[in-house]
């Protein structure tokens, strides 16, 4: 299970939802050019400290991934910190892309596993606040299913989690990293405000 809520996770599933075919993470621009030589069909997607990296043809925002635009694609993701949390997760049995958008349906897609390791992209390998509260909110849930939550991050994550719709949209917003993408400008702030929309979207995906 992979988190970034601000953005990646949350743009992956608004592009797999609006049927990119498959998702290749990568750690560097430089790896991203080096893999579509080998997938000349893909698209270069990412972005570093919030923008889209130059020559890629799509960014990190989840407005840049519609039906038009990503169908049946292959995508090659290179972002500052989601992209490096779903390569830390490639030894899992499922890699499970959740963020506060498809809350509900990851519950759903995951609930009767017998070990759940969540990943928080966090942000350059420090706290996200945003990341820890979905991980916590999706493990309230997942013991309302009968789960058990273990060790330390566990607990620090459930008192983080917010307890609904308005709560989530005002953490997501006043987090530092939804802070700081607002300040970059109206495309990034509207960003912001469809991370922060729980369960709006009603399917969970796997790379």
């Known amino acids: 299970m992979v988190i970034d809520v601000l953005r990646a996770t949350t743009t992956l599933t608004v592009a797999l939802g609006h049927g990119a075919s498959e998702v290749h993470p990568v750690a560097t ?6 893999k579509r ?9 990412g972005e570093r400290e919030g923008r889209r990296i130059e ?5 990190n925002s989840p407005y ?6 990503v169908s049946r694609r292959a995508l090659i993701f290179a972002s500052t910190n989601g992209s490096l949390a779903m390569l830390d997760a490639a030894g899992a049995r499922r ?11 990851v519950a759903e897609r995951v609930a009767g596993e017998r070990k759940i390791v969540i990943v928080c992209a966090g942000k350059l390998g420090g706290f996200a606040l945003e990341d820890a509260a979905c ?18 991050g566990a607990a620090i994550a459930r008192t983080l989690a917010p307890r609904d719709a308005e709560e989530t949209r005002a953490l997501v917003q006043g987090a530092a990293h939804g802070r700081y993408l607002r300040t970059l400008g ?11 929309d729980l369960d709006a979207l ?5 790379i």
Do not use: H, K, S, W
């Open 95 to 105: 890699r499970v892309l959740a963020a506060f958008v498809n809350l509900q349906a």
């Open 135 to 152: 991980a916590g909110l999706l493990l309230e849930r997942l013991i309302q299913r009968g789960a058990t939550a273990e060790g330390p």
């Open 202 to 206: 009603d399917r969970a995906f796997e």
């Open 37 to 45: 030589a080998l997938l000349p069909q893909a698209l270069l997607c």
């Open 29 to 34: 621009p430089e790896e991203a050019f080096r």
């Open 55 to 59: 020559g890629f043809d799509l960014g």
């Open 64 to 69: 840049e991934y519609p039906v038009t635009a």
């Open 186 to 196: 109206p495309e990034f702030a509207r960003d912001v405000d469809f991370c922060g």
